[in-house]
């Protein structure tokens, strides 16, 4: 009987592979080609932004890694309105997904954080179990109704880009401050001034994100799909040192196409020395008040 879970979980995977296998990367022959040259340069290339969400499970994770050889880790949203919103949420969480798969293997296990203060909220215990904690800029000040401003749904307006570029290089900065390992989509902007992108993301304005990011050990994302960030700011992270982490963001099951990955591959001419192997930060025992000070335009 002791055996029975791994009977039941290799049976699980069975049938996993014999469903629809729209969860695992295309085999075309050009991904298998961007994955040879990666593998050419010695990179071992890792999804850490695979959300348990719509569809998407550790198992399918755990069999994407196994058909391609792109490492799997998962993550899920803590905080309040989001899926973990308490400890016991983020407990259960842990526990169900740092089991080990049939081949033996345990994917790394992060969240996804999106209150600004919730390092204070976590509990210290569950926070040591994680393997990485990955952040973005998304989600800044509050609404009309009080409620956090996502900056990415369609009705989002903003009058003045300029003023409110100061306080977002804040909001980013602050982000950085946080004990996180990732920072998720660097320098995105809101669709409706994501043409002001060189404007606003002036190259000292850039500086100051990657020497902070630098500085703390956070890694920048690229993201599959997304436009964010762009070339000039990636090669200005990679000559100042930064590292680079790779990532999907699914809201399916659904696997993304690569093609950003492989494209800052080549343009960045990266090295295994280049990718972060993401870390646990110490939580602090106290952060400055979580107020956007502009900084130094």
């Known amino acids: 009987m002791r055996y029975l879970p ?17 969860f695992l990367y295309p085999q075309s022959d050009a991904f298998k080609q961007d994955l040879a040259n990666a593998r050419l340069k010695g990179l071992t290339l890792t999804d850490y932004h695979i959300h348990i969400r719509g569809g998407m499970t550790l198992e399918k994770a755990g069999l994407r890694q196994q058909a391609s050889g792109v490492q799997s880790a998962v993550l899920e949203n803590f905080g309040r309105e989001w899926p973990l919103s308490d400890n016991a949420k983020l407990k259960d969480f842990i526990d169900a997904h740092s089991q080990p798969l049939p081949d033996g293997q345990r994917l790394p296990v992060g969240i996804q954080v999106n209150d600004r203060d919730w390092f204070r909220q976590i509990d210290p215990a ?13 989600i800044q000040g509050v609404t009309a109704e009080g409620k956090p401003r996502r900056l990415w749904l369609p009705g ?7 003023a409110w570029m100061l306080e977002y290089l804040a909001h980013t900065l602050r982000i950085l401050d946080e ?8 320098t995105y902007l809101p669709p409706c001034i994501a043409h002001l992108y060189d404007p606003l993301w002036t190259e000292a304005r850039m500086r100051q994100v990657i020497s902070k990011a630098v500085a703390k050990g956070v890694a920048l994302e690229v993201q599959a799909g997304s436009d964010f ?13 930064a590292k ?3 990532g ?6 659904k696997a993304k196409y690569l093609t950003r ?11 295994p020395a280049d990718l972060a192997k993401p870390k646990l930060a110490t939580l602090p025992e106290a952060l400055p008040p979580a107020t956007d000070q502009p900084p130094t335009p």
């Open 6 to 22: 791994l009977i039941l979980a290799c049976l699980s995977f069975s049938l996993l592979l014999a469903e629809d296998q729209a």
């Open 126 to 138: 569950q926070f040591k179990r994680l393997s990485y904690v990955l952040a973005d800029t998304m």
């Open 156 to 162: 989002v307006t903003i009058e003045d880009p300029e």
């Open 179 to 186: 004990p996180i390992s990732i920072l998720a989509n660097p």
């Open 229 to 241: 960030p762009k070339p000039a700011f990636l090669k200005l992270a990679k000559s100042m040192g």
């Open 244 to 246: 680079f982490s790779f």
């Open 248 to 253: 999907s963001n699914n809201f399916d099951d």
């Open 261 to 271: 990955w492989f494209q800052a591959i080549a343009l960045l001419d990266l090295q």
